[in-house]
C-alpha cells in the first residue's frame, strides 16, 4: 500500500522523517511517498481529506477530527517557549494590552500560532501572510508587529526586531504545560492495522534519527531556509525531544487543555476529544 506522507519543508521535521524517507527502516507492506508543503497548506489539504498522513497544525486538527487521528508520535512541542510577536518596535510594559486593535501579521488562520495569540489576546486585526515573509513585512514597516514560527523563532534579533512575547512561555506561565504546536495526523478510512502500523514506523523512524543524529542532522540541513548549521542544531533540538518519541500524559493533557480552552473562546466550534493511535 502506498502511503502519502506531507510535512512542512523545516529542519525539525526533516530530522524526523529522514528514517522513513531514506527508507532505513522495515516498514513491512507500505510504501511512503513523502511530499513537503507549508503548514497552512496541508491544515487546507487535509480539511478535503486528501492525505492519508499529513503534518497539521493542533489548532487544525480540531476541524479535522472526525476524519484524522493523532499519532501518538510526531509532535512538535513548545517547552516553555514558542511561537514569537516581535516588533521593530521596543517592548511595551504591558505587551498584551499594546496588542489590542494592532494589526498583526499571522502565519495562517488554523495555525496553532494564531490559537495561542487568541487566547492571548483575543482583540486584533489580523494580516495572513505567508510564513517566511512576516519578518520581512515587519522591518519594512508593512505591519507593526508579527507573529514568528519555525526558524524565525532563532532569528529575528539579528535582524534587529524586538520580542514582545514568546507564546510558548506564557502558556507554560498560564498552565504549567508545554504548548503542543503540531502533530502529525493518520486518515481513520485506513482501518486500524495500518493506521497503528504507521504509528509504529513514525516511532521508528523519530527514534532512529535521536540514535544517528549526526547523519539526520546532515539531512535536515538541506532544509533549514538559510540559518547556520549551529542553528539548525539548535533548532532541531527545541523541536524533535522527548515529546516528540511520545506526548506522553503530559503531553497530552496539554493537547486536550489547549483544544478545550480554544472552545471554551469560542474560537474551535466544538469540543474534541483527543484519540491518539498509538
Request: net charge negative; charged share 25%.
Amino acid at each position: 500500500m502506498r502511503i502519502r506522507v506531507a510535512h512542512s519543508p523545516d529542519s525539525d521535521d526533516a530530522f524526523m522523517f529522514y528514517a522513513l524517507a531514506e527508507g532505513l527502516i522495515d516498514t513491512g507492506d507500505l510504501e511512503y511517498v513523502h511530499e513537503l508543503q507549508d503548514i497552512e497548506s496541508l491544515n487546507r489539504r487535509a480539511l478535503e481529506g486528501e492525505l492519508e498522513v499529513t503534518a497539521v497544525s493542533i489548532h487544525a486538527y480540531a476541524h479535522l477530527a472526525d476524519r484524522y487521528a493523532l499519532l501518538s508520535s510526531g509532535c512538535s512541542m513548545g517547552d516553555g517557549y514558542g511561537p514569537r510577536l516581535v516588533s521593530r518596535a521596543p517592548k511595551p510594559a504591558d505587551p498584551r494590552a499594546a496588542l489590542a486593535g494592532s494589526r498583526i501579521a499571522i502565519p495562517g488562520t488554523l495555525t496553532t500560532a494564531f490559537l495561542a495569540l487568541r487566547l492571548y489576546q483575543s482583540r486584533f486585526e489580523p494580516l495572513v501572510m505567508p510564513f517566511d515573509q512576516i519578518e520581512g513585512a515587519v522591518l519594512r514597516g508593512e505591519v507593526p508587529v508579527g507573529l514568528i514560527i519555525h526558524e524565525g523563532q532563532l532569528t529575528y534579533a539579528d535582524d534587529g526586531l524586538e520580542l514582545w512575547t514568546d507564546l510558548g512561555a506564557w502558556w507554560q506561565s498560564e498552565t504549567g504545560l508545554p504548548l503542543p504546536l503540531g502533530g502529525n495526523v493518520v486518515r481513520r478510512d485506513l482501518g486500524d492495522r495500518v493506521m497503528r502500523q504507521v504509528a509504529r514506523d513514525l516511532k521508528a523512524s523519530i527514534e532512529y534519527s535521536l540514535a544517528h543524529r549526526a547523519p539526520a542532522l546532515a539531512h535536515a540541513k538541506r532544509f533549514n531556509r538559510g540559518i547556520s548549521d549551529e542553528k539548525t542544531d539548535t533548532f532541531v533540538g527545541m523541536y524533535v525531544t522527548q515529546w516528540t518519541v511520545d506526548y506522553g500524559p503530559r503531553g497530552r493533557q496539554a493537547v486536550q487543555l489547549l483544544l478545550d480552552r480554544g472552545h471554551a473562546a469560542g474560537i474551535i466550534p466544538r469540543r474534541i476529544e483527543v484519540e491518539f493511535i498509538e
